[in-house]
């Protein structure tokens, strides 16, 4: 018999970073897109298959030759400021999107949009440039995401630090390094939601203060603890661990455009000598799966990969011969302990076939300003990943982007028959040939190597039992609406 919710309480949480800013056209980090979801929604959200479903929105429908979608919104739904959630609004949050002097992190699928119209003050049309079957899920991100209109245009800065959306909790304060306050949306529109009076977020950066904090009851809930306190807290039946599916990665990202990874055999080399295996059992407890391609088991093409390199220290050897020139590189990864473990150790595995590696730690704002500038030769980075596989792969793999700064391509990867294949998978909408089309782009990938795949992403949340109604989502953020303390 399920238990009937309680109304009122304040929900704790911990995470591992105090972001710097919560507007969704800027925000890009797995931590930055938790602090936004009890305050911003989308018009479309991912359900616990891994699936876009409409949410804002009340339905749609698509063309035959999946380049317009006709949007429906859900009608009485307003701002926290008493805007309504109209056509008009959701012209005004795309107009903004789109506008490249935002710098959105999405700005490569939502130059895809010729147009968006006004159908009727609750329907909104969007005309594309192309077929693009994974338009749903783009709008259950970023582009989809909806901020108050009014807010925005009142004060694009203070926007990013004073967010006003929809959700089922409204902003009350941020004090930085301690707490991020959101409290009871009285007039949400979800009936009899949400059951909480308030959230308070806690950004700790440091791992152990951040584990602490759960174990003497500071928070309710932590996500991404390290390995090490999953597994203590598997074997401890005080407490509540979710692994969601996930949809992304963890890989050795390697700049294609220079010495040494401009040859695909130092690449396969890289890939061949890493024992991941052992990494996984021993640095990371065994928790995560490991890595063979873009698209994380949450997701619905994730599949094996056969020929993806097998440890092999005798290949990797005869591969660097091969060669024939020393392979040294630097390595850049975030510095925080367990990755610096995790660097050090891969080090001293590139080191037994002869690769001379220099590590670089560097804080995880500059690592991700790196990446998006290509500052870059070799580096350990992780993408949380999206429920569709064109946005695991489209922005990082297809050649338009290999050249342009910033971008996702970090690598200059180009590939015409990866292009191809990208270009077919995000027109073809059924998912039976969308598995088959991801499944070839994967095997070439592993031939490729423009990354070296470690492991999927595994964003691990520990609770405490007495957090109830928590959905659980292949995404891994919480979604605070439904939740209750007992």
């Known amino acids: 018999m399920a238990e009937t919710p309680k109304r009122g309480g304040t929900l704790t949480v911990g995470l591992a970073q105090d972001p710097p800013i919560v507007d969704p056209i800027r925000t890009g980090s797995f931590t930055e897109r938790q602090f936004a979801t009890g305050i ?48 008009a609004a959701v012209i005004a949050n795309l107009d903004r999107t789109r506008n490249p002097a935002n710098g959105c992190r ?74 991020f306050v959101m409290t009871r949306n009285t007039d949400y529109w979800r009936p009899g939601l949400p059951y909480l009076d308030q959230v308070v977020l806690r950004g700790i950066q440091n791992t152990e203060t951040l584990q602490a904090a759960f174990l003497s009851g500071q928070t309710d809930i932590i996500m991404q603890p390290s390995f090490q306190f999953v597994a203590q807290m598997k074997k401890d039946k005080k407490y509540v661990v979710l692994q969601p599916g996930g949809f992304g990665y963890d890989g050795v990202y390697m700049n294609l455009s220079e010495a040494p990874f401009n040859d695909q055999r130092v690449r396969q080399a890289i890939a061949q000598s890493m024992d991941r295996e052992l990494l996984r059992k021993t640095l990371l407890f065994g928790i995560p799966q490991l890595g063979y391609s873009p698209f994380g088991p949450g997701m619905t093409v994730s599949q094996p990969v056969p020929n993806y390199p097998k440890y092999d220290l005798v290949k990797a050897k005869e591969l660097l011969a091969a060669y024939g020139k020393p392979v040294t590189f630097t390595l850049q990864y975030n510095n925080s302990p367990s990755t610096q473990r995790l660097a050090q150790s891969l080090q001293e595995m590139w080191g037994q076939v002869g690769m001379k590696v220099d590590l670089q730690p560097v804080d995880q704002n500059r690592i991700v300003q790196n990446m998006s500038s290509k500052q870059f030769v070799a580096s350990l980075y992780r993408f949380t990943g999206r429920a569709d596989p064109h946005i695991n792969t489209f922005p990082f793999f297809h050649s338009q982007f290999a050249d342009v700064t910033p971008s996702s391509n970090y690598g200059h990867y180009k590939n015409p028959k990866i292009d191809e294949l990208l270009e077919k998978g995000v027109s073809t909408v059924d998912p039976a040939k969308r598995k088959e089309i991801y499944g070839e782009l994967s095997k070439i990938l592993a031939e490729d190597l423009p990354y070296a795949y470690l492991f999927y992403v595994a964003d691990t949340i520990v609770m405490s039992k007495r957090v109830k109604g928590l959905v659980e989502v292949p995404d891994g953020l919480v979604r605070f609406g439904s939740i209750w303390l007992q």
């Not at 994974?134 to 582009?143: E, K, M, R, V």
């Not at 009014?150 to 004090?175: L, Q």
Request: proline share 10%.
């Open 106 to 179: 999405c700005l490569s699928f939502v130059q895809e949009i010729v147009d968006v119209k006004v159908i009727d003050p609750l329907t909104v049309e969007f005309v594309l440039k192309s077929p693009n079957a994974a338009f749903p899920t783009i709008l259950a991100d970023a582009p989809g995401t909806m901020v108050s209109p009014t807010a925005f245009k009142a004060d694009p800065k203070g926007i990013s630090t004073n967010p006003v959306g929809t959700g089922p909790f409204k902003f009350v304060e941020w004090i930085r390094g301690s707490r």
């Open 40 to 87: 911003y929604e989308s018009l479309f959200d991912i359900d616990e298959k891994g699936q876009p479903v409409p949410f804002l929105a009340e339905s749609f429908t698509v063309s035959d030759d999946v380049k317009t979608y006709r949007v429906k919104l859900r009608p009485n739904v307003k701002f926290h400021d008493g805007t309504p959630l109209d056509a």
